[in-house]
């Protein structure tokens, strides 16, 4: 069973930055599409950003040119480095691990508030 733990949530200014990081229990990222999502009270989960094994990005309309996804193969973490954050990023973060016809694996999730 893959273990994920995410960290680098916190309060932060609108304006401000952040770095999400999501260490996995065993070395997936060759294998695995890593990605984040986020869920809001009250709103579904969302994806925010994703890299595949080969390192292709995609992003939400919402965060692009903000956020950047990124991921360090030998030290098996996915990060999500947040620029210019806004209230509406405000959202629990999760890190998530998922390729066709093998388990996904969920973290357990990260507080990111945006607010003066």
């Known amino acids: 069973q893959v273990q994920l733990v995410e960290s680098g949530g916190g309060l932060v200014q609108p304006g401000g930055s952040l770095r999400l990081s999501c260490a996995a229990s065993?070395?997936?990222?060759?294998?695995?599409?890593m990605a984040w999502y986020r869920q809001a009270p009250g709103k579904q989960r969302e994806l925010v950003a994703s890299?595949?094994?080969?390192?292709?990005?995609d992003y939400a309309d919402s965060v692009k040119g903000r956020f950047t996804i990124s991921k360090d193969n030998a030290k098996n973490t996915v990060n999500l480095q947040m620029n210019s954050l806004k209230p509406d990023d405000t959202a629990v973060y999760y890190c998530?691990?998922?390729?066709?016809?093998?388990?996904?694996?969920w973290g357990q999730g990260t507080q990111v508030t945006v607010s003066s």
């Open positions: 998530n691990a998922a390729r066709v016809l093998l388990p996904t694996f």
């Open positions: 065993e070395n997936i990222f060759k294998i695995y599409t």
């Open positions: 890299i595949t094994s080969g390192g292709s990005t």
